[in-house]
């Protein structure tokens, strides 16, 4: 019999993988092309498959080309005829309902075209994303993130985009879905997909004011992991989708994709993962737009104050610089929403005169010349927070101590979990990744209330 060590190695692990094998073969049938010098593997990724380079790879090169007839959307699906007669009814907030009607049916079809594509993945749920949390375990790790109230948001439209849109949409189509098998689980476990994988094409400069692209699914591009700190980018071109490397690329390194400038929060809440709180140059915290109002409410000391600051709140929402589920967020070098912040300290900070003044030139005099966006930006860095007016920083050191005072576990607790030795690999992958989104947005929040103290 022979021993572990007689037996002849394999050389890649893409070999034993036949999902992995159908997919490249499709590839090739659908002019998907791929470089000679990067490969697909579950081994030496960050997460699940991933993409690494099997040779160094300068800057410019495209790791591999993805032609337009090759994305996954509602417009080369199957169900592309009665998607587009029922376009009308289809209509949503989300605007993915098309795309999931297309990948309900693609996902189940046995002899779909996209099939070796879409069977490379075979649970959903084992992306983990907070949707499919119990609710308990979303408030106990995750309360004064901001995630909880998102997911219940996520759960709620799911629910009424299926019964509302999608149950009478199939019903009418019975050659193309059967609710039996189209299920609303199906359905939130395609929702999470299309969180985790899907693509938005940007929209050019002289399309701003129009509506975003809906999303598509981009075979391979989706195979990348991501990292704040990514080494290839996705470039839209008439013909094609090109992943691009951005800068040098050594053999055996991983090639990631950016998914976006995304805080941790986020990328929990639409991908199930994180990164390290300290390596995640995009992360930030928001501040609630209504902390900032109790903050200036909390101060005022006679029923005149308070009725100024109603005025000017109700200014600033006119204006929209605010409203009542708006955010102020803060990266780590400060304030990524200066206009709003800006704005809104200015308004509840000034006079009872300067407000009338205000009001009475329906905002700045031309010539006010501190509130061009560059200084704003400045003012608000954590540079220039140190040099605010004090009754700036009390309002803000307050509004960002409301902040703090919603999450359930304080700072330093977290703080230790995460340095005492031994005790983060205790924690459970859920237990480990609420703890890097909870002490990031605090780190940030600590770092502000310490600068404007
Ligand atoms: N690894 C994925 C797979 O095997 O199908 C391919 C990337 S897919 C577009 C996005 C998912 O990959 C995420 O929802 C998450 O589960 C995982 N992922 C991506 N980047 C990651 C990272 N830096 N750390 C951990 N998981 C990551």
């Not at 007689?6 to 073969?25: A, T, V």
């Not at 959903?124 to 907070?130: E, M, S």
């Not at 879905?177 to 299920?183: G, K, L, M, N, V």
Request: with cysteine.
């Amino acid at each position: 019999m022979a021993t572990e060590a007689k037996r002849p190695k394999r050389e890649s692990s893409e070999e034993d993988d036949q999902p992995l094998q159908n997919f490249l073969l499709w590839c090739d049938k659908v002019n998907l092309t791929l470089s000679n010098k990067v490969y697909l593997s579950k081994e030496g990724t960050v997460a699940e498959y991933g993409m690494l380079a099997k040779d160094d790879i300068e800057e410019g090169h495209v790791l591999f080309s993805i032609p337009r007839q090759a994305l996954l959307h509602q417009g080369t699906s199957k169900t592309k005829k009665v998607l587009e007669e029922g376009k009308e009814c289809l209509e949503s907030s989300s605007g993915w309902v098309p795309l999931l009607l297309a990948l309900m049916y693609e996902y189940t079809c046995p002899d779909s075209h996209w099939r070796p594509y879409l069977s490379l993945w075979t649970d959903f749920k084992k992306l983990d994303h907070p949707m499919f949390w119990s609710k308990e375990e979303r408030e106990r790790l995750l309360k004064g993130t901001g995630i909880p109230e998102a997911v219940d948001t996520d759960l709620t439209n799911i629910q009424t985009e299926y019964n509302d849109t999608v149950l009478p949409f199939m019903r009418s189509h019975p050659e193309l879905w059967d609710p039996e098998r189209h299920t609303v689980e199906l359905y939130q476990c395609l929702v999470a997909f299309v969180m985790a994988y899907s693509f938005q094409e940007p929209l050019e400069d002289d399309e701003e004011d129009e509506d975003p692209n809906p999303p598509m699914m981009v075979p391979m591009a989706d195979m990348l992991n991501h990292v704040s700190n990514h080494n290839a980018n996705l470039e839209y071109t008439p013909d094609n989708l090109k992943m691009v490397a951005v800068r040098q690329i050594k053999k055996g390194e991983e090639i990631f994709n950016t998914y976006g400038q995304m805080a941790n929060w986020q990328l929990l809440h639409m991908y199930g993962f994180t990164e390290p709180f300290s390596t995640n140059s995009n992360d930030a915290a928001d501040i609630q737009m209504s902390s900032l109002y109790k903050a200036a409410v909390q101060v005022t000391q006679s029923e005149a104050e308070h009725r100024l600051v109603v005025e000017k709140w109700s200014v600033l929402c006119e204006m929209e610089m605010v409203g009542e589920k708006g955010v102020f967020v803060f990266g780590k070098n400060g304030s990524l929403t200066d206009t709003e912040l800006y704005t809104s300290l200015k308004v509840l900070c000034m006079s009872k005169e300067d407000f009338k003044e205000f009001q009475e030139n329906e905002g700045w005099e031309e010539d006010d010349g501190d509130d061009d966006e560059s200084k704003m930006a400045e003012a608000l860095s954590f540079e220039g927070l140190p040099a605010l007016a004090p009754q700036w920083k009390r309002l803000l050191h307050a509004a960002a101590g409301f902040t703090m005072n919603q999450f359930s576990q304080d700072m330093e607790s977290d703080r230790r979990l995460l340095e005492e030795p031994g005790s983060l690999a205790k924690l459970g992958p859920r237990e480990s990744k609420a703890l890097h989104v909870r002490l990031g947005q605090k780190s940030i929040l600590h770092d502000l209330q310490q600068l404007i103290q």
